[in-house]
């Protein structure tokens, strides 16, 4: 089932944009009906006072595009206008203490840049090559055995600025701050899926506590929008993020520098601030979409093959249509001729040549449109979040198979018309 | 239209709130409320109000449910959440606050100083 992620994915955004489009739709004609309403009550005619509502609203593209932002980014981070500055501290000789103080340096250096609107570091960018992940525990746990575990849940060391660079929206209390230090108590930012599972509520569990496997409590002071960590497909997971001062340095680290304008204007200035603050730091440097290209390679090339596997099956079918279609057509030519030749109709030639042909086709439709609604489940799997028995893919399906049924029977069927009685008597 | 004024920028998620507690409303409906609670003083743009509703909906202030409207018409309806309502009061109290203050400071007279 891995292998399907992918096209689960794939299927099920395409679903919900166009689910949501067409709810947007909807709620802007009856916005648009209700301002026509009253523009027709003061006395304009209807398709006036529908002009009148439409220019008044403005921009319908625009308008869309605000509202799929507003609703959020799809991975739970936004890579558009973000710069990824990856750097190997621990090649470079830092180690130990050094490293957090390089990482502060860094980050207020890149601050400064004109463009630059936030700077967040991460030790593990979402999304790459896999997650750190550890296990927690309710704060009522006093068994802290990982039988005993409320959720395993993504870890992120984070430094406070980070939400703001990778447009991770903070939903209710606050983020991180350069106080929440080795010398403050522990805390940590959750996400909803987290809140919900471990908390006990989604909204309110800002100042409740959890527990991590070392017994330590660890108060919740933000709650953020759920994301992608591991996989593209994955259902939402828990994820919580903790201050990079509180956690042992890691040496392997994300700087997200977050512009207002295309971020690879800003890369010569980047770069040259890296150098400056240390020379023979080896660092890369890339867009964090460039990044995301990389990383979802794998997940791409298994979508190309599922597509190029179900091209190859609907080939298949084209040519064993065609073929039983056409074979029953030879078969059948002299009758054929025949019928002509007492003067049957277009239509009855094509009954008597293609009839069993299309019978065929619509037994076998159905059974495999019936087999695909009882196998539902495993579709549902497949097609996250779209029902399989939703009109749309079913109609879909049908109409599909219905058309390439129909290029394959087109050849034979013309065949079968263009029968020539007297030939076929003359070959006698 | 001269003596509208536009609304600040961050006040627009205070005021669909607001206009919200007083019943569920449909977009339309929350432009007409918002004019009438202010006396027709503010103006919000058509266009600009609903990426705010998604944005509500979407922190779990508002939720939002499909019904009639008083023009018999399919509607969108939106009502406030119990943490919809918790942030109305808050927002509440801090616009109150700022307001406090910066009248206070724009009273101010030279020989208070």
Known sequence: MKLLDPLRFRIATLFRRSEMNAEMDEELRSHLQHRADDLERSGLSRAEAERRARIEFGGYQRFKEECHEAVGSRFGFEPRNAMLVETALGMAGYSGDQVPVMQKRMIDALETIPGVQSVGLVDRLPLYYGANGSNVFSDQTTDLRPANTTAH??????????????????????????HDDKNSPRVAVVNREFARRVLGSATDGVCRYYKMP????????????????????????????????????????????????????????????????????????????????????????????????????????????????????SKRLRELG????????????????????????????????????????????????ASPRDPQVLGGVVLAMALLGLLATWIPARRALKVDPMMLLREE | ??????????????????????????????????????????????????????????QGLLKASWGTSENNRRAKFYELTASGRRRLREETDNWNRLVAAITSALAAQ????
Request: net charge negative; no cysteine; glycine share 10%.
């Open chain 2, 110 to 113: 030279p020989e208070e100083v």
């Open chain 1, 153 to 178: 849940a993504m870890m992120y060391d984070i430094s406070p600025d980070y939400f703001d660079a990778a447009g991770t929206s903070l939903l209710t209390g606050r983020k991180l701050s350069w």
């Open chain 2, 1 to 58: 239209m001269t003596d509208q004024a536009q609304i600040l920028p961050g006040t627009l998620d205070l005021l669909i709130l607001r206009a919200v507690s007083l019943g569920p409303l449909h977009g339309y409906g929350i432009l007409l409320r918002i004019g009438q609670i202010s006396g027709n003083a503010l103006l919000i743009e058509q266009g600009a109000l609903y990426p705010g509703l998604f944005r509500l909906v979407r």
């Open chain 1, 214 to 329: 070392d017994g330590s409590r660890v108060q919740v002071v933000g709650i953020v929008e759920d994301g992608k960590y591991a996989t593209l497909a994955e259902d939402p997971e828990p994820a919580m993020f903790l201050p990079m001062q509180q956690q042992p340095a890691s040496n392997e680290s994300a700087l997200v520098v977050r512009s207002d304008r295309d971020p690879r204007q800003l890369a010569e200035a980047i770069s040259n601030t890296v150098k400056d603050l240390d020379a023979g730091l080896p660092f890369t440097l890339r867009t964090w979409n460039q990044e995301l290209e990389s990383a979802l390679f794998p997940s791409r090339m298994a979508t190309l093959a599922l597509g190029v596997l179900g091209m190859m099956g609907a080939v298949l079918s084209i040519t064993g249509i065609f073929g039983m279609a056409a074979y029953s057509v």
């Open chain 1, 338 to 385: 025949i019928r002509v030749a007492l003067g049957a109709q277009r239509n009855e030639v094509l009954q008597a040549a293609l009839g069993r042909a299309i019978k065929l086709l619509a037994i076998g439709s159905a059974a495999g449109l019936l087999l695909g609604i009882l196998a539902s489940r495993v579709l549902a799997f497949i097609v996250y979040q």
